[in-house]
């Protein structure tokens, strides 16, 4: 059974960088069949979607935060890592990664997030 | 950006059907998928390719998608069913949420 896990620190100063870790067990990161992801969802909110990538060639990002996202990968310890620069209160949130699965049907791309982890809150305050 | 957008909340009477809709320019045109979120819990994925469920997920939760809008659609709504929901696609290599309905049962 696959099981991602979200680890990093629970409190980050504003302007620092807000650094988390996904653990991934269960499977591979490497598959040629998925992308993995992470998602933020600030107290009381919504989700939103902060990036994507497949373990080979450039993440995706959401356009609001791309100036300040890096995700890298370890293929070695099949685990993949979120770094925000520059983090304010806006960033205060439940940070989840997961795998997006997904394929074109019809020509028509279909791609969701069938794993999640429990998710870690980070706060940003000093 | 492409743009979800969801009614803030929805209510039913147990034993109920609940449509939870999802509008967006021409969505027809994505695949949606639905995902359900209790308290204190991570999203739980409940429909795929706008009609699709994954083992697991009940018969009574189903999916459609025509024109500019997706539903969701919970028959025989039970009282566990309360939560929020989200409708996600992908467009132009991002993904895109929607606003997220709260259902209530009662």
């Known amino acids: 059974q696959l099981q991602l896990q979200e680890s990093g620190p629970g409190l980050v100063k504003p302007s620092e960088t807000l650094s988390l870790t996904c653990i991934v067990s269960?499977?591979?990161?490497?598959?040629?069949?998925?992308?993995w992801g992470w998602i933020r969802q600030p107290p009381g909110k919504g989700l939103e979607w902060i990036g994507t990538?497949?373990?080979?060639?450039?993440?995706y990002y959401n356009p609001s935060l791309k100036s300040r996202v890096t995700i890298s990968v370890d293929t070695s310890k099949n685990q993949f890592s979120l770094k925000l620069t520059s983090a304010t209160a806006a960033d205060t949130a439940v940070y989840y990664c997961a795998r997006l699965d997904g394929l074109a049907v019809a020509g028509l791309p279909s791609y969701y997030f069938d794993y999640w982890g429990q998710g870690t809150l980070v706060t940003v305050s000093s | 950006s492409y743009e979800l957008t969801q009614p803030p909340s929805v209510s039913v009477s147990p034993g109920q059907t609940a449509s939870i809709t999802c509008s967006g320019d021409k969505l027809e045109n994505q695949y949606t998928c639905w995902y359900q979120q209790k308290p204190g819990q991570s999203p739980i994925l409940v429909i795929y390719?706008?009609?699709k469920r994954p083992s697991g997920i009940p018969e009574r939760f189903s999916g459609s998608n025509s024109g500019n809008t997706a539903t969701l659609t919970i028959s025989g709504t039970q009282t566990m069913d309360e939560a929020d929901y989200y409708c996600q696609a992908w467009d132009s290599s991002t993904v895109v949420f929607g606003g997220g309905t709260k259902l209530t049962v009662l």
């Open positions: 269960g499977g591979s990161i490497s598959s040629n069949n998925y992308f």
């Open positions: 990538f497949f373990y080979i060639g450039s993440p």
């Open positions: 390719q706008d009609t």
